[in-house]
């Protein structure tokens, strides 16, 4: 399975963009049971990719599912786990001096406790954004902007992270083959990608064995 989360907040944010590079979307009704058997696959580890490699699309067509836009416990989101864009920041003036970099550093610096919170979910926005003037596109700083400067920290944080890290949800703009394998190792294997973060299931190979003889 592989799962595109959008949360409700990303059609209101998308909608107020001023450049080029937005998205539209179709509004499909889900199956009467999609919600239940949803939450029971979940839990079914054979249905989840696992490898370290990155699928391209050629290799996963007819062998994947791909689908957004389902229902969780959640009082105002019904599009996936609740996922709070930044807002908009106007800046103090229209010739302010802010650059990505330290639009995204700061941003950093909001983010860097979420990847070490103990909660039993967290959701990750690598996304920073900031408008100068409204009617002048040059004015803003896009998350385009700030996206990999982001995933780098972010990358670089889980590299030399010493600890596991579970149920995280990390949305981003423009994610990088980079980012999105550091993220999906997690689900597998350690941050220190020297050994598995939980006992791999036995097979054929590995399981005990026990010698039967006869008297």
Request: hydrophobic fraction near 35%.
């Amino acid at each position: 399975m592989i799962m595109l989360s959008f949360s409700s907040a990303s059609a209101t944010y998308d909608a107020d963009k001023h450049w080029s590079e937005g998205y539209s979307i179709n509004y499909d009704d889900r199956p009467k049971n999609f919600n239940r058997d949803f939450k029971r696959d979940m839990k079914k580890e054979n249905l989840l990719y696992t490898g370290k490699q990155w699928p391209l699309l050629r290799d996963v067509r007819g062998k994947a599912v791909i689908f957004r836009g389902w229902d969780v416990d959640s009082e105002e989101d019904r599009w996936g786990l609740e996922c709070r864009l930044p807002v908009w920041v106007a800046a103090r003036s229209p010739t302010s001096s802010i650059k990505a970099e330290d639009l995204a550093a700061q941003r950093w610096e909001s983010l860097a406790g979420d990847f070490s919170s103990r909660d039993s979910l967290k959701s990750i926005v690598l996304a920073a954004c900031l408008h100068h003037d409204p009617t002048d596109e040059t004015g803003w700083v896009s998350p385009l902007q700030t996206a990999p400067i982001l995933q780098n920290k972010a990358v670089e944080h889980l590299k030399n992270s010493t600890r596991k890290m579970k149920h995280l949800w990390v949305y981003g703009d423009d994610m990088k083959e980079k980012t999105n394998l550091a993220i999906a190792k997690l689900n597998f294997w350690g941050s220190d990608d020297e050994g598995p973060s939980r006992p791999l299931p036995l097979t054929v190979h590995s399981a005990p064995s026990k010698l039967i003889t006869t008297k």
